[in-house]
């Protein structure tokens, strides 16, 4: 559903967003706190990370590591499908927070990210537990078997109402869709920040969100952390 762009404009407190940097979906001092408090990750998640910030490549933030941690843990989840792998990160926390015997398929068009992504995976010793499977998303969901117990949406920005379409009938009943990236450095709930080259993705997140928060299958609840973190609950 469409809306109309009045609903993200100019308010009083938009213009505070004007102020604020665009990264940021919350206050500096309250990301500070939470990065600082929570523990550093050591061997190749830290050089994970560092390769992601020397090379431009946006992996999920660490409060939102932390966060997938706690959810696969608690979902208790044995099959994960993300869509967007880039070099292997988010995949390589999800798969350390399941049981040993847990598996995750995960889906990237990037052939570059693809082979980064295979060795990260193969050093990391995941390579029975975590499956690329390279290629466009919006092809490769048309195949692939269902009965997923948590899907990590990922992938290309202004895609995410296709994917959902594609994939939603691969997540099981009771099933919990995890979608990172939905405030997009804050241009999703502020005019004033959005980007004239990024219209068209804000364009498309706001759908993606009007349509999630209003399914009545998929109870949503929305998490300002991070760049923003939707979680939806699929009803049995
Ligand atoms: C934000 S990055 C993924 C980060 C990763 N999940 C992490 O946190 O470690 C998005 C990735 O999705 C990939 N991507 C974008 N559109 C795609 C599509 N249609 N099919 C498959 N991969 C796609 C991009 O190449 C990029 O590597």
Redesign the pocket.
Known sequence: MAESSEKYNKSPQNKKAEEASEEQIVHQHVKDYIEDLLPKHQGMFKEMENYAACHNV???QREVAALLKVLVKTAKAEKIL?????????AMIMAEAMETRGKIVT????EK?VEKAMDNIRRGGFENRIQIIPG???KTLHFLPGGYDVIFM???KG?YQEMLDLAISLLKPGGLLISD?ILYKGMVSSEDLVKRRKRTIVNRMREYLEYITHHQDLPTSIIPIGDGVALSYKKN
């Open positions: 946006p992996v999920i993300e869509i967007g792998t880039a070099i292997g990160y988010s889906l990237e068009r990037n990210m466009d998303a919006l990922d992938g290309g895609h990236n």
